[in-house]
């Protein structure tokens, strides 16, 4: 990239506090005993950050949130990690119970459930962890937490909203610069690190994923960028995201470098009304399924329907994919505060794609976008 690099941006809101900490595992306990569960496990991950702020590296060493009805809160933790736990924002909404090396982890776990009952415990605890609190506790049953509490951290609030939206402003600013770079000539995964750094230079302490998916390879919505030279005439996909103060952005937009064909402006104007269909479905108390609806049927009774080959949507938070899914068949009602993408999209094999992505916030009366920058096709050099 050329031009005066921008000063990273350092500003942030204000931290959520052990208060607010405390708030979501107590509702996240209240809404267990709702699903008919026992309480919860909660390993390292995006579960363990959203309720305590703490955030361990994953390792085979046993670190376990365990909310049970009735329970103090309890972080099962190792010896030599216990230090980090009590500096974490939650922490003093909690009891840590540290356990050295030599000594069984899931005796001390197993200690604080009761000997029989249903758990809910996080998708990506590992197999290594639940087997050993399975050989503890036979008895025990568990079941995934996105399937038993999918909506568990779906509708945010006030300030979970405040920073998507400044992670999506941030997208947005990555999108409007990357437009200025030369794309004829140079390979995928050299734009693909421009979006990177334009993505850190906004905010952005982790980068998720870059997608450049020139000419022939955007007919593959998860290209990784690579190699090929992109070229006057293609079509680029641009899907770029990352977390910003610790809460999501995703962005898909869609270039030609140079003038497009009739065709390739058909296509790009289709899924634009398609998006614009999928936008206008959300309003509270519409299915999930709805907004999938919406959008596919745009393109399908444009001919095109074989050519949409995903989900609409995904939920966005302390990850760039999670519940809700927009998605056939999901008839999870939309509430206001839940954040998802709406991004259809159309990939003709061997040829070129088009997607199109905004996150959406749900509000009391529709929908919101949290990304603004023109849905028009744009022409890059």
């Known amino acids: 990239m050329t031009g005066t690099p921008a000063a990273p941006d350092r500003s942030g809101p204000a931290p959520f506090t052990a208060e607010d900490y405390a708030a979501r595992m107590r509702r996240a306990t209240e809404a267990a005993v709702t699903a008919g569960l026992d309480g919860l496990l909660i390993a390292p991950g995006p579960d363990l950050v959203w ?9 085979e060493r046993l670190t376990l949130l365990v909310l049970r009805p009735g329970h103090e809160p309890v972080l099962v933790v190792p010896t030599l990690e216990a230090p980090d736990a009590a500096e974490a924002a939650g922490a003093s909404a909690l009891t840590l119970r540290d356990w050295t090396d030599g000594k069984d982890p899931y005796e001390t776990a197993g200690s604080l459930l009761a000997r029989s009952g249903r758990y809910g415990i996080s998708d990506n605890a590992w197999a290594l962890h639940l087997l050993g609190l399975r050989e503890r506790l036979p008895q025990i049953d568990h079941v995934a937490l996105t399937r038993a509490l999918p909506m568990l951290r779906a509708v945010k609030d006030a300030a979970e909203l405040d920073r998507l939206a400044s992670a999506g402003a941030a997208a947005d600013a990555t999108y409007e610069e990357i437009r200025k770079v030369r794309f004829a000539g140079r390979r995928e995964r050299e734009v693909a690190a421009d979006l990177a750094d334009l993505l850190r230079r906004s905010g ?61 402006r058909t296509v790009h104007d289709l899924v634009r009304a398609a998006q614009e269909a999928g936008f206008r479905a959300v309003r509270p108390g519409a299915a999930c399924q709805d907004v999938d609806r919406a959008a596919r049927a745009v393109i399908a009774d444009a001919g095109y329907g074989e050519y949409f080959i995903h989900r609409t949507g995904h939920g966005i938070g302390v990850t760039t994919h999670e519940p809700p899914y927009m998605i056939e068949g999901e008839e999870q009602p939309l509430v206001p505060g839940m954040c ?25 009366d529709g929908g919101r976008r949290l990304n603004n920058t023109s849905r028009e096709m744009a022409i890059v050099d």
């Not at 305590?52 to 590296?57: A, E, I, L, M, S």
């Not at 302490?205 to 005439?233: C, K, L, M, W, Y």
């Open 51 to 59: 309720l305590t702020g703490y955030r361990p590296v994953e390792t």
């Open 204 to 264: 952005h302490t982790q980068v998720d994923f870059t997608i450049v998916a020139s000419g022939p390879n955007g007919a593959n919505p998860h290209h990784e960028a690579g190699d090929r030279v992109i070229e006057r005439g293609d079509m680029v996909v641009l899907d770029f995201g990352g977390l910003k103060h610790g809460y999501g952005s995703d962005t898909s937009r869609t270039v030609h470098v140079g003038e497009p064909t009739d065709e390739e």
């Open 340 to 364: 998802f993408s709406v991004e259809p999209g159309v990939y003709l094999p061997g040829r070129f794609g088009v997607r199109i992505e905004d996150i959406v916030t749900v509000t009391e």
